[in-house]
C-alpha cells in the first residue's frame, strides 16, 4: 500500500503528560507509565516529518471535565483510582501534551472521553473538510487509544497506517496483539521509517 502525503493527516493520540511522565497521573496510580515512553521519539520523529512535508498534524487529549462528571464507568467504577488521582482534568498540567510535542500555532488538537478519537468529538468534520481520507496514526495506549481509533477510522473507509514504533502500551502482548487486529481488519501496520520514506 502506497503512503503518500496526499489527503494524509498524521494523529497523534494521548501524548499527554498524565500517561508518558513520571509525576503523571498513571505513574501515581502505580502503572508502568516508562512502558509507554518508547512511543515519544517516534511520534517526535513523524511530526517533524508532516510538517516539513506540508501534512496535517493533529493532536488528541484524553481529558475529562472536573469531578469527571463526563467519565462514564472507566473512572468511576472500572478505573475509579483515576478520580482518586484527579487524572486527566481538563485545563491541568496532567492532561496536556507532553512538551517534547507541542502543537503549534493553527495545528487542531481534539479533546475527547472515551478512547475512539471520533467518539463525541469533530475528529470527522475536520477530516471532511480537509479531504483526508488517509491517517498515520500514532500515539498511546497502543491496545486502547490507539486500536479504537483505528477501528473506528477504518469501519469510515478511511486508509489506516499505524507505525510500530511510534506506538506503546503498558503490556508487550496486548501492544503485539493490537497491531495484528489492526493489520489484519483495519489498515495497514507499518514503521516510522517506512512512512517518513514515503513523505520525502
Not at 497523534?12 to 502503572?31: E, H, I, K, T, Y
Not at 469533530?122 to 487509544?145: D, F, K, Y
Request: aromatic share 6%.
Amino acid at each position: 500500500m502506497s503512503l503518500s502525503g496526499d489527503a494524509t493527516a498524521l494523529l497523534v493520540v494521548d501524548m499527554q503528560n498524565g500517561f508518558l511522565d513520571p509525576a503523571g497521573s498513571m505513574a501515581r496510580m502505580g502503572m508502568p507509565h516508562e512502558s509507554l515512553q518508547p512511543a515519544i521519539a517516534g511520534c517526535e520523529r513523524l511530526v517533524a516529518g508532516a510538517r516539513a512535508a506540508g501534512i496535517p498534524v493533529i493532536f488528541t487529549r484524553y481529558v475529562y471535565l472536573p469531578g469527571h462528571l463526563d467519565g462514564g464507568l472507566l473512572p468511576t467504577e472500572l478505573l475509579p483510582q483515576m478520580r482518586e488521582v484527579d487524572a486527566l482534568v481538563t485545563g491541568t498540567w496532567d492532561a496536556e501534551i507532553i512538551p517534547a510535542l507541542t502543537p503549534r500555532s493553527g495545528e487542531v488538537v481534539i479533546d475527547k472521553s472515551r478512547p475512539s478519537s471520533f467518539y463525541g468529538t469533530q475528529l470527522e468534520p475536520v477530516l471532511t473538510s480537509q479531504g483526508i481520507r488517509q491517517l498515520v496514526i500514532a500515539g498511546v495506549t497502543t491496545n486502547i487509544c490507539v486500536e479504537t481509533t483505528a477501528r473506528d477510522a477504518g469501519q469510515r473507509d478511511y486508509r489506516v497506517h499505524v507505525p510500530a514504533d511510534a506506538c506503546a502500551e503498558y503490556d508487550v502482548a496486548r501492544h503485539d496483539h493490537a497491531l495484528t487486529t489492526i493489520g489484519f481488519t483495519f489498515g495497514w501496520v507499518t514503521s516510522v521509517e517506512d512512512v517518513l520514506a514515503h513523505w520525502s
